[in-house]
Each structure stands twice: as structure tokens, then as C-alpha cells.
């Protein structure tokens, strides 16, 4: 054999392959951590949401017309002005509970619309509705401060008066409760998915809900 040299090929410094695999893993493991956390407040806050509408549709329909015979004449349900306060009180009072992460000011609106009988969607062209307004809201039967949500037209609103909701046979109106809240992100998600190119610049999300319900049945 001839003693010719041969080179040697050294190896790289394994530090630095480390460093870039875990500047390549770093990212989707922060998007995983925060993906998670972020989901979890989420779907807290829609939890209360749900419940909020759940809690408003069921004040309606309890409460039907404000009582009296149908109509919105002289005499015919004297107290129908008192009904749609309460139903946004309703949600209100959920929204405002201990434990609740929703921040009231991100609920744009709440409406009180005449659904659709089978689908459940407000689709039928009547609907109150209800815009965010701190302290400037009609103050409800029993209570002692205004409501956060104001309707322009109330009490004579010419969307769904609730003197015109029928509770009687064969015609029994559904009455759905919506809002539309602006989530604003928790984590440091947006910032992780814009990493990606996910347009992470509005760390927002709407989140909408809503709950439909059959008016209570007049006992006639």
C-alpha cells in the first residue's frame, strides 16, 4: 500500500445542532402549550355565554306577554314593559356572576328576536335589539340599578313589543335570546400563530350564542 494521506472529515460541534433543533421544535411546542390554555379559556367563557342566553330565553318565556289579554291596545297587557329589561337583566346577572371570565363591556349586543317555530332561527323579521351601554339602560322591576344594555326604541319598540307575543293556542310564539361577544386572546397565541404565518395580528375571536325557547302556555 502506498502511503498516500488521506484527509479526515471532522464532525460539527454537536452544540450547535442541538441549538437549531431546538430553535425548530421551540415554536410548535408553544403553539401546542398555548393552544391548549387558550382553548380552555374558551370554552369558559362560551360556557357562560350559553348559559347567559339559557338563562335570558327562559325569563321570556316565563314571563310571555306581560300578562293581560294579547294586544297592544288600551287595557291589553298592562305590564309588557316590564318584560324585555328583565330578560336582559336575566343575562346580565349571568354574565356578571362570581367565577365568570366574561368581560361585559365585549358583549356588543344582545337581541330578543320572534324564532322559527321549527328551525329556532330569527328569521321572522322581529327582533329588540339590545346595545352595549354602561349604566344607560331602563332600570327593571326590583331592581335598583340600570341595566348595561340599551334598546333605542324601548319601550315602543316597532321590532317584537312584547304585547304582541302570543302564548295562546294554536299560535304559541318561540322566543330566542342571541349576543355577540368579542374574545380577546389570554396567551401569547396570536403571536405564535403569526410565527406561521397565520395572520396572527387580531388576537380576537367572536363568539356568538344563542337560545330558543317556547313561550309558557296562557292556562286558557
Known amino acids: 500500500m502506498s502511503g498516500r494521506w488521506v484527509p479526515r472529515l471532522r464532525r460539527g460541534d454537536p452544540r450547535g445542532q442541538s441549538i437549531v433543533e431546538f430553535t425548530l421544535v421551540i415554536p410548535v411546542f408553544m403553539l401546542i402549550l398555548f393552544g391548549m390554555i387558550e382553548f380552555g379559556f374558551v370554552f369558559s367563557h362560551d360556557l357562560t355565554l350559553e348559559y347567559a342566553t339559557r338563562e335570558g330565553a327562559r325569563a321570556g318565556a316565563a314571563l310571555d306577554n306581560g300578562g293581560g289579554p294579547l294586544g ?47 328551525t329556532g332561527a330569527n328569521d321572522q ?77 387580531n388576537p380576537t375571536l367572536t363568539i356568538t350564542d344563542k337560545t330558543v325557547m317556547q313561550l309558557n302556555p296562557s292556562a286558557s
Open 125 to 201: 323579521g322581529h327582533q329588540d335589539v339590545w346595545t352595549y351601554s354602561p349604566g344607560a339602560g331602563p332600570i327593571p322591576q326590583g331592581a335598583t340599578n340600570h341595566l348595561n344594555f340599551v334598546d333605542a326604541s324601548y319601550p315602543n319598540s316597532d321590532g317584537w313589543q312584547g304585547c304582541s307575543r302570543s302564548n295562546a293556542s294554536p299560535t304559541i310564539d318561540s322566543i330566542g335570546v342571541s349576543l355577540v361577544y368579542t374574545y380577546k386572546y389570554q396567551t401569547p397565541l396570536a403571536g405564535v400563530l403569526s410565527f406561521f404565518g397565520g395572520g396572527g395580528g
Open 72 to 118: 297592544c291596545g288600551a287595557g291589553q297587557s298592562p305590564n309588557w314593559t316590564i318584560v324585555d329589561p328583565l330578560v336582559v337583566a336575566a343575562v346580565e346577572r349571568v354574565l356578571q356572576s362570581p367565577g365568570s371570565l366574561v368581560v361585559i363591556s365585549q358583549v356588543s349586543q344582545i337581541v330578543i328576536y320572534k324564532a322559527n317555530p321549527t
